[in-house]
């Protein structure tokens, strides 16, 4: 059993930075893949980012690449997403999730996770 609690959301400006938290709990928390997805207002959930087991391999969407970064420490059960360069449209509820499928999976399908976070809001608007 995982237990994820997200933070770090906020209000912040176009072109602003943000850093998302995910503390995880329980002691198999580095068998397990962990990624962000996001579902904006009257939109599907969508997958953000996902990190291996190890950090050895991410993926992350193409809406998203090159201005956010998935990283993870095991020692500290805590994963995070480094945002930058954020848009309007990066709005939403971003979610960590925890699942044990392949990468590939779990960055083509968002019902591939076993474990869910709350989510925490990021609002980007001037």
């Known amino acids: 059993q995982v237990q994820l609690v997200e933070s770090g959301g906020g209000l912040v400006r176009p072109g602003g930075s943000l850093r998302l938290s995910c503390a995880a709990s329980?002691?198999?928390?580095?068998?397990?893949?962990v990624g962000w997805l996001r579902q904006a207002p009257g939109k599907e959930r969508e997958f953000v980012a996902v990190i291996g087991r190890t950090s050895g391999i991410t993926y992350y969407a193409d809406s998203v690449k090159g201005r956010f970064t998935i990283s993870r420490d095991n020692v500290k059960n805590t994963v995070y997403l480094q945002m930058s360069s954020l848009k309007p449209e990066d709005t939403a509820v971003y979610y960590c999730?925890?699942?044990?499928?392949?990468?590939?999976?779990?960055?083509?399908?968002?019902?591939?996770?076993?474990?869910w976070g709350q989510g925490t809001q990021v609002t980007v608007s001037s």
């Open positions: 329980g002691r198999t928390f580095s068998s397990y893949a």
């Open positions: 999730a925890a699942g044990s499928s392949p990468l590939p999976r779990l960055r083509e399908a968002v019902n591939e996770y076993d474990y």
